[in-house]
């Protein structure tokens, strides 16, 4: 599955489960993994509550649920989330930090 059906079926689901949800539901969804990703992070590197598998298994899944979180941002924003994922992917390759440390891109390219 791409994005852009991630995103759909995402909408149909959220739709069908809680009517009415807003925008700042997925956004603030999407900080709580991120928070989530941080402290299994944290506590792996820590080597307390719990076993590297238990955080490493933590961490996947808060990475897969802030993607389904900010498929919901995309579509509050009216973006079609694997197209905007795909068009800023193609920016972010192009920047070559070795070649050009200070802006990754030389000087007539930057944008």
């Excluded at 994005?3 to 956004?27: A, I």
């Excluded at 920016?91 to 930057?110: F, H, S």
């Amino acid at each position: 599955m791409d994005l852009s059906e991630l995103q759909q079926r995402r909408d149909t689901w959220v739709s069908y489960n809680f009517p009415g949800q807003d925008m700042p539901h997925s956004l603030l969804g999407a900080v709580e993994e991120l928070g989530e990703l941080s402290h299994h992070y944290l506590k792996m590197k820590q080597g307390i509550r719990g076993t590297d598998v238990m955080h490493r298994d933590e961490m996947a899944d808060a990475v897969a649920d802030c993607v389904i979180y900010l498929a919901g941002v995309a579509s509050y924003l009216g973006l079609d989330y694997g197209q905007l994922v795909t068009e800023t992917w193609k920016r972010v390759e192009m920047r070559d930090w070795v070649k050009y440390p200070k802006t990754g891109m030389p000087a007539e390219e930057r944008v």
